[in-house]
């Protein structure tokens, strides 16, 4: 909820500052998990692969862009699959729990509704060319979670499971729907192509004691 009031006052100052840029991006993400249960009952985990589309709008906190450099808050609604592939997923009997069912390597990703909020200081660097340092954090929403086995030790069974985390009536095994990830990235622009590289890790829970950290790279056309 704190991060939620800090996002609308976010959205309040705004009102103080001239508009600079808005357009379209899109490119991929690289995301795997860490922390204590990064493995999520497997025995290794690896990076998952997945699209990221979003809007951006800039505003301008120094009015005067004509000097070398000059700062300027930003808002971006994106939707951004991310994810992890587990290996050797152990799955349990129901009717007897020592005894191992199967064992599969599994994709576990979602896809999530982004607003990332960001500080960036802009550098010119020619008439046309600019780069771009930003800092912030995300708040997301995990809208639609999908889990798919890929390889099986038993012919006879497969887990292929898709979930809405924001039902009330979720399963007990369903990621957390809300989030929130620390960002740091450089864009570079010419006249009005971006390039953007960024990287977010996540400071709530995906599953108890599994974080998620994603790294961003796409490409954008601004509008103004």
Do not use: C
């Not at 100052?13 to 490119?27: E, I």
């Not at 599994?106 to 046309?128: A, C, D, F, S, W």
């Not at 030790?153 to 887990?159: I, R």
């Not at 450089?186 to 960024?198: G, P, Q």
Request: glycine share 8%; net charge positive.
């Amino acid at each position: 909820m704190k991060n939620i009031l800090l996002l609308f006052l976010f959205f309040g100052v705004l009102s103080n500052y001239s508009f600079a840029q808005s357009g379209f991006k899109g490119g991929v993400n690289f995301s795997n998990y860490y922390g204590r249960n990064a493995n999520y009952g497997g025995t290794a985990h690896s990076v998952f692969v997945g699209p990221i589309v979003g809007y951006f709008k800039d505003w301008n906190i120094a009015r005067d862009t004509t000097r070398s450099y000059y700062f300027s808050i930003g808002l971006e609604t994106n939707i951004s699959v991310k994810g992890v592939f587990i290996y050797n997923k152990v799955k349990y009997s129901e009717i007897n729990p020592s005894e191992i069912w199967d064992i599969s390597d599994r994709e576990m990703y979602g896809y999530y509704l982004e607003l990332p909020h960001i500080v960036k200081l802009h550098y010119l660097l020619t008439q046309n060319m600019q780069a771009q340092l930003y800092g912030g954090g995300i708040l997301s929403f995990d809208i639609v979670d999908v889990t798919k086995s890929i390889r099986h030790s038993n012919p006879n069974y497969s887990y292929n499971i898709i979930n809405y985390p924001f039902f009330p009536f979720s399963l007990a095994d369903m990621p957390s729907f809300l989030g929130y990830s620390l960002l740091a990235g450089v864009t570079f622009s010419y006249k009005r192509f971006l390039l953007d590289a960024r990287y977010a890790k996540g400071i709530t829970e995906i599953y108890a004691g599994a974080y998620l950290s994603t790294i961003s790279i796409s490409l954008g056309y601004a509008f103004k």
